[in-house]
């Protein structure tokens, strides 16, 4: 084997040394680069140095022992001893096979294309030639040039920094790093080349050692033959991914720390020719990658504090301390799950107290929450047990998501529904009072989170009410966060103040609270991009979409913008707000909901920019709202006074609205309120006749019951699929009257009565 090996690395040093002439084509490969350099290049962890994808190793050698010339890309690597000539600025790039039957390829993507002239002198100048990925129009600053290194900074037209780089010219190529603005940086190299326009080279510049480096992954000792793969062809960028893979294979199969210290150290030696940042992000990267391996938590937490001195004396790695915080804690996270499933008591107890300490910064964690009950079972309280199995059972998408998790191991583990059933039965002889307990073990959850109600005002009467409209879907687990955040609100503010309406429809899967009317709003009126999608007073708020971890940041945000909205602020100032705009949930044929539940961005504002809000003023418009029952039909009445010639084209929108629905969707949401029913007036609403904007019709309930029933039917016969019920009691009804602007959206007011009356209620 390790003949074959020397074979392979002596045969791609030949072809590295003689090339493969023109007549080596290499076909570009799309990278899906976009036109903002800087923002693909510290976005794509294929060229900026993840453990996954960004390799780079040490230079041992002359300019005088060139292993890249006459590389296959026109003639262009020619070595130099000096820094005159064109330049490419590349980095490098892995892409693993797609499909069946295709090759590893390794790379380097080049991006810029530049001249350095008077290298000797004690004024050499650079200038730009040709750029890729928006940096055609850069400009170079603070060119420095001495014993072999090199050091330039970059700006755009506006003068704001792009990024600075640092190098050294060893065998002819210049090895470094790319520091961007952000302060993310990313191992790259400076290849010499006699072109003068991108015309010739390819998106991706080939190297011949990749196959190379795809064996040593299988090596029966990648030490002995990373260390040869590395002395070889020291200039390769693969070096440095072959190094941190060895690290990964060190720290995965549990070596002593001493042997995985002496392969970190050998990294970060052989780096010493990239320079200092990179020797240091090296020793990050190992550090990242041990980790990630699961290796012993004492010595990641020693190695983490350590580093972490390193990083924040360092001037131009400091981005990377906010990384390290995250690893560490992984790291504790995984110390807390370890101490937890100890035999020792004190183990047990610290375990505990960890993991408390993590559940008061995110209080829905299912899997130490699930942790906590197994340990409260075993050792301690059943009571203890029972209500922490309850709240994951009870709280939506927690024990779906514990099944996620649990899925490959290979013993089948207990869920705490059953858990639970077991500990009430032999606590009560039966489950009888079950079911309460789980809705109150809810309402605890919910109210974990939210603000103490505000109070009411006779003032409200006359201020303008804000009105806030969810598209949702009982299939859709990104739309728990919305749903619960919303029912926060709902518990925060009167419908004097507030007024929420929730739309389902199918997206993703079927939803048995969907109608046509719900429908088209969401498709004709809106154009939502899936669902959740929420809007307050008809602007888009973005960052919405979560699983109930996120229930938190959610309502905060959406509380957040009421406020701004109402004129008011929160006795409670926002930790944690929505800003940017999640993934939603394509409409209805995507894969199932966990495979798309994203967490959403946080920031300090959570309202989108088209959400812009007026200074608080009175209403110019009031709704006149007349809501009665008489057995099976609703007499709805709804004037709006204060229209002048001035008034903008508007709709009086009317929504049939029901409340306390039961129905445990697929997602977990167990109690369902202000669901629209329908659109009355029809999803386009009433316009304006005469100067007058009023609406007077009836709702027959059994007719709309049993036109529900009619699409819902429809729906299963079309679509090949089976509802598990159909919630269609139409009781606990409301109607919600809102005016909104045709063309901007803006809800200019809104009302809400109940349906009274006989049969009402």
Not at 58 to 72: A, F, I, L, M, V
Not at 299 to 304: D, E, I, P, Y
Not at 471 to 498: M, N
Request: charged residues 25%; glycine residues 8%; proline residues 5%.
């Amino acid at each position: 084997m390790r003949r074959q090996f020397y074979g392979l690395v002596s045969f791609c040093l030949i072809v590295t040394l003689i090339g493969c002439g023109d007549k080596a084509k290499v076909e570009p490969i799309d990278t899906g680069a976009g036109s903002a350099a800087l923002q693909d290049l510290n976005s794509d962890s294929a060229s900026k140095g993840d453990s996954a994808s960004d390799s780079a190793s040490n230079s041992k050698g002359d300019s005088s022992k060139d292993p890249h010339k006459g590389h296959s890309h026109a003639k262009q690597m020619e070595g130099r001893k000096t820094f005159d000539g064109n330049w490419l600025l590349a980095f490098p790039q892995l892409v693993p096979p797609q499909q069946e039957g295709q090759e590893f390829q390794a790379g380097e993507r080049a991006v810029l294309l530049f001249n350095i002239s008077g290298s000797d002198s004690d004024s050499p100048t650079i200038s730009v030639i040709s750029g890729r990925q928006g940096l055609e129009q850069i400009k170079f600053q603070d060119l420095q040039i001495n014993d072999g290194v090199i050091q330039f900074r970059t700006e755009n037209s506006q003068g704001v920094k792009v990024f600075d780089y640092s190098g050294k010219l060893v065998s002819g190529l210049v090895l470094g790093s790319t520091l961007f603005a952000d302060g993310s940086l990313a191992v790259s190299r400076l290849q010499p080349t006699d072109e003068k326009t991108f015309a010739r080279i390819p998106a991706m510049i080939p190297l011949p050692e990749a196959q190379v480096f795809v064996q040593l992954g299988t090596s029966p000792v990648p030490d002995e033959d990373t260390r040869a793969f590395v002395e070889m062809i020291p200039v390769s960028p693969l070096g440095r991914m072959a190094y941190l893979r060895l690290v990964n294979m060190t720290a995965g199969k549990k070596a002593s720390a001493e042997e995985l210290e002496k392969v970190i150290n050998e990294f970060t030696e052989v780096m010493t020719d990239w320079g200092d940042r990179v020797v240091m992000y090296s020793e990050f990267e190992s550090f990242s990658a041990a980790t990630m391996a699961g290796y012993d938590v004492n010595w990641c937490l020693a190695k983490a504090d350590e580093l972490e001195e390193k990083l924040k004396a360092s001037e131009d790695l400091k981005f990377f301390v906010g990384q390290l915080d995250g690893l560490r804690t992984q790291i504790k996270y995984r110390q807390t799950t370890e101490l937890l499933g100890s035999k020792e008591e004190s183990d047990r107890v610290k375990g505990r107290q960890l993991a408390e300490e993590f559940l008061q910064k995110s209080p829905f964690e299912p899997i130490l929450s699930s942790l906590l009950a197994d340990d409260a079972r075993l050792h301690g309280s059943k009571d203890e047990a029972m209500e922490r199995y309850a709240a994951l059972v009870a709280l939506p998408m927690q024990e779906r998501m514990l099944q996620q998790v649990w899925s490959s191991e290979p013993v089948q583990r207990i869920l705490p529904t059953e858990r639970l059933a077991t500990l009430w039965k032999e606590k009560h002889g039966s489950t009888d009072g079950l079911d309460e307990y789980l809705a109150a073990a809810y309402q605890k959850g919910l109210q974990s989170f939210i603000d103490p109600p505000v109070e009411s005002s006779p003032e409200d009467a006359s201020e303008h009410v804000v009105l806030v409209e969810l598209f949702t879907g009982s299939r859709c687990a990104p739309c728990v966060a919305a749903d619960v955040g919303l029912e926060g609100i709902e518990k925060t503010y009167s419908k004097s103040q507030v007024i929420t309406l929730r739309y389902h429809v199918h997206g993703p899967g079927h939803d048995p609270l969907t109608n046509d009317d719900c429908e088209a709003r969401f498709h004709n009126y809106y154009k939502a991009p899936g669902t959740p999608s929420m809007y307050v007073d008809g602007a888009t708020l973005n960052g919405t979409a979560g699983v109930m971890p996120n229930a938190p940041q959610t309502y905060r945000g959406l509380r957040n913008v009421i406020d701004e909205f109402r004129g008011t602020t929160s006795t409670e100032q926002p930790t944690d707000a929505a800003a940017e705009k999640p993934e939603s949930t394509p409409d209805a044929k995507k894969p199932e909901p966990e495979d798309s539940a994203k967490e959403p961005a946080t920031d300090d504002k959570a309202a989108n920019p088209e959400a812009k809000v007026a200074e608080k003023t009175k209403p110019k418009l009031t709704i006149d709202l007349k809501v009665s029952r008489q057995q099976d039909a609703i007499q709805v009445s709804a004037t709006v006074n204060g229209l002048t010639s001035e008034t903008p084209d508007v709709r009086l929108m009317l929504a049939l609205v029901e409340s306390g629905i039961k129905y445990e969707s697929f997602n977990g949401i167990r109690h369902h309120d202000m669901v629209v029913r329908q659109l009355i007036g029809g999803d386009r609403g009433t316009s304006a006749k005469d100067g007058v904007l009023a609406y007077q019709g009836t709702v027959k309930v059994d007719e709309l019951r049993d036109r529900l029933h009619a699409y819902l039917t429809e729906f299963e016969e079309n679509q090949g699929v089976q509802f598990t019920s159909m919630p269609l009691d139409l009781t606990n009804l409301s109607v919600v009257a809102f005016v909104q602007e045709v063309e901007t959206r803006k809800v200019l007011q809104s009302t809400m009565a109940p349906v009274t009356g006989a049969a009402g209620n």
